[in-house]
């Protein structure tokens, strides 16, 4: 089955500075990958996501790029702000959706 | 998201105990599934249902069952429960009509097991 692994598992950065946490994935076949969002004590919120077909997705301050060929997609925030603060995990998906651990990211003001 | 509820919230119980837990969505999504979530491991898929008639294993669904009793319900059950089941369990739902790869997973608040 899938195999998603997640780096780092925490990530401290100074307000206003870019985060980029990383993900790669074994199954050739996932197609769909979205990032989530959990803050403490909340549900996981879907904070953007891109398939296959695409290599680079942007919102705001946040892009997401993917890599089919080596198998990893990232996600990078730019402009951090505290209440960017939160778990981040990335996911990859054909059937099924597989989770990352996780990375918990700080954004210091 | 409030189209997507789980009850109990909490719930403490005792290793050999049966319990339930329930799930339920206004959003009309053909699909449902259960994770489980323990710190530094992330989510993982338990079951999922792509409609009433079709469930599948997930990742870890040893000690687990569920039940898809309608669209819009899906309870997960442990038959006897042992402390290894103690996390926080998510309900999520999907809409895939007509849509071959799979779709955005709307997550339901949680419900927070102790397994004493």
């Known amino acids: 089955g899938e195999n998603v692994e997640q780096h780092p598992s925490t990530l401290s950065v100074q307000e206003g500075d870019s985060a980029v946490i990383k993900c790669t994935y074994s199954d050739s076949a996932s197609n769909y990958f979205p990032w989530y969002k959990q803050e403490l004590g909340k549900r996981p919120q879907l904070i953007i996501d891109?398939?296959?077909?695409?290599g680079e997705k942007k919102d705001q301050r946040i892009a997401v790029t993917l890599n089919k060929t080596a198998k990893h997609f990232s996600l990078h925030i730019t402009e951090t702000q505290p209440e960017d603060s939160a778990v981040y995990f990335c996911a990859a998906a054909f059937n099924d959706m597989r989770f990352g651990a996780g990375t918990r990211l700080t954004v210091k003001p | 998201d409030a189209d997507v509820t789980q009850t109990p919230r909490n719930r403490i119980t005792k290793t050999g105990k049966r319990i339930m837990l329930e799930c339920s969505q206004t959003k009309g999504h053909d699909r449902m599934y259960w994770y489980r979530q323990d710190p530094g491991l992330g989510l993982r898929l338990i079951y999922y249902s792509f409609d009433v008639k079709d469930i599948n294993k997930g990742e870890i669904s040893d000690g687990y069952s569920v039940s898809r009793q309608a669209q819009a319900k899906f309870s997960l059950s442990l038959e006897s429960a042992i402390p290894n089941q103690t996390a926080l369990y998510f309900c999520a739902t999907s809409d895939t009509t007509g849509i071959v790869d799979p779709e955005t997973q709307y997550f339901g608040p949680g419900t927070r097991l102790l397994v004493l």
């Open positions: 891109i398939r296959s077909n695409v």
